[in-house]
């Protein structure tokens, strides 16, 4: 199982809104990756985790807060967005921390109204 | 600072083969991503340099000078699937392990 999964696939929301996103993967992998993708734009590195713990965090507006609640789950709680927020929200694990393999999961779709 | 180049867009024929170029400038270098993107869909892990010279995956070919800051990506009897953005990606010395990802080549395959 080289899968990661993303729920959900397309989400709508309005800017008072409170959402989440939500991934998971089951390869035993160590660091988990959240990245914003942009049409027709490479995917940005929002925040990595590393042993549940937050590693890295690329400056990203507190609008935005990552949580690991285990080995397995990353989530993206989402509040008050702004429409220009709206764009693919890429998951992405690998075995440990600058591991050579980063599996993407196919994504979610954020719109923000 | 750090800057990855590649063409912005490519066309090639049904069967013919590709080459697909990037350059890097990255403060210090730990490795070497190229992955596939279909429009829409999330980055395939494709190959992973971090040694000079050609790696080898069935159709699929990667090739780095960390010495030039140059990668490539050969795609040889190209299928109309193949038809998507190839982007480069460098994890550089510093930062933590970060990927860089670049713009991204738009590959057209005609029949």
């Known amino acids: 199982d080289t899968e990661v999964t993303q729920t959900p696939k397309h989400l709508v929301m309005g800017m008072t809104n409170k959402k989440s996103l939500k991934c998971e993967q089951h390869?035993?992998?160590?660091?988990m990756y959240w990245y914003k993708q942009k049409a027709k734009k490479p995917p940005e590195l929002m925040f990595v985790y590393s042993y549940e713990k937050l590693s890295i965090n690329e400056s990203v507006p507190s609008r935005f807060s990552p949580e690991c609640p285990n080995s397995s789950l990353l989530n993206l709680h989402l509040h008050a967005l702004q429409p220009e927020d709206s764009a693919l929200y890429l998951c992405a694990s690998s075995q440990i921390l600058g591991g050579n393999t980063i599996y993407f999961g196919e994504g979610s779709w954020l719109t923000v109204v | 600072g750090q800057n990855i180049d590649q063409p912005t867009e490519m066309t090639a024929t049904e069967g013919a083969i590709v080459q697909i170029n990037c350059t890097y400038q990255t403060s210090g270098f730990n490795g070497l991503f190229w992955y596939q993107q279909h429009a829409g869909e999330a980055p395939t892990f494709l190959s992973y340099?971090?040694?000079?010279g050609l790696e080898e995956k069935g159709r699929f070919s990667s090739f780095l000078s960390r010495s030039k800051g140059y990668s490539y990506l050969l795609l040889k009897e190209l299928q109309m699937k193949d038809s998507a953005s190839y982007l480069c990606a460098v994890r550089p010395n510093t930062g933590g392990f970060k990927t860089i990802f670049g713009a991204g080549t738009r590959l057209f395959v005609k029949a």
């Open positions: 390869m035993g992998h160590r660091a």
């Open positions: 340099n971090v040694l000079d």
